[in-house]
C-alpha cells in the first residue's frame, strides 16, 4: 500500500513558482501510487518477503523526526524500514512500513541522472531487504550482493550500498577494500 504524506508536495519546488506556463518535467514527478503498489509487489516477490507492506512517501521534516525517535539520528534521510515483530511476520500477514522521504529522493534521482520514480524504487527495494531481515551496516556484505543480484532482475541502476561504498560494506569488506587500496599504491 501507498500513503502520501499530506505535507508532500508534489511538484519539485523549482516548477511550483513557474507551474502556470512550464509543466513540471515527468523525471520529478512522483509516479501514480499504482505504479509504484504494482513495483512494490514484484519487488516484494523477488525479495520473497511475505505480508503487507505499507509505504509512506514523505517529507524531509518528518522523516527527520522518524529518525530521531527511532534511530537516534537527528538528520533527515532517504528510507527508514520498520520491521513489524516476528511472530506477526511469520503469520505472514503484514510485512513491516517503510518510509521515503521524497526531497531526499529527488536530490539523489538528480545526482545519479535518473527518475524520482527509478530513485524510490531503488529505496523501495533497499527497504524490502531490511524488511527481510538484511542489514549492510552489520553483514559481511550479504545484502549488497543481494541488493545487486535484485536489482538487476528488476533492471534498477546502481543501489545504495554501492554508492556509499565502501563505508557501508562490512568490517571484513571494508578491511579488504582498504587492504588493496593501499597494496595498489607506488
Not at 512522483?30 to 516484494?44: D, G
Not at 514523505?58 to 515483530?85: E, M, Q, Y
Not at 516476528?86 to 517503510?98: P, S, T, V, Y
Request: net charge positive; hydrophobic share 45%; proline share 7%.
Amino acid at each position: 500500500m501507498i500513503l502520501f504524506d499530506p505535507d508532500l508536495d508534489p511538484d519539485p519546488a523549482p516548477a511550483r513558482a513557474a507551474r502556470v506556463s512550464a509543466p513540471v518535467s515527468r523525471t520529478h514527478r512522483i509516479p501514480p501510487a499504482r505504479a509504484l503498489a504494482r513495483f512494490l509487489r514484484e519487488a516484494q516477490a523477488v525479495v520473497r518477503l511475505r505480508g503487507q507492506v505499507t509505504v509512506l512517501l514523505t517529507t524531509d521534516t518528518a522523516i527527520r523526526r522518524l529518525n530521531r525517535r527511532f534511530r537516534g539520528k537527528n538528520k533527515a534521510t532517504d528510507v527508514l524500514s520498520f520491521p513489524t515483530i516476528e511472530l506477526i511476520q511469520d503469520q505472514g500477514k503484514i510485512a513491516g512500513d517503510l518510509a521515503i522521504s521524497i526531497p531526499t529522493a529527488r536530490r539523489q534521482a538528480a545526482a545519479q541522472g535518473h527518475a524520482l520514480g527509478v530513485e524510490i524504487k531503488i529505496l523501495m527495494l533497499h527497504g524490502l531487504l531490511h524488511l527481510a531481515g538484511y542489514d549492510h551496516e552489520a553483514d559481511s556484505g550479504q545484502m549488497a550482493r543481494r541488493e545487486r543480484v535484485l536489482r538487476a532482475r528488476l533492471g534498477l541502476p546502481q543501489g545504495l550500498i554501492e554508492r556509499a561504498a565502501p563505508f557501508s560494506l562490512g568490517p571484513k569488506q571494508s578491511s579488504r577494500l582498504r587492504a588493496r587500496k593501499v597494496s595498489a599504491l607506488p
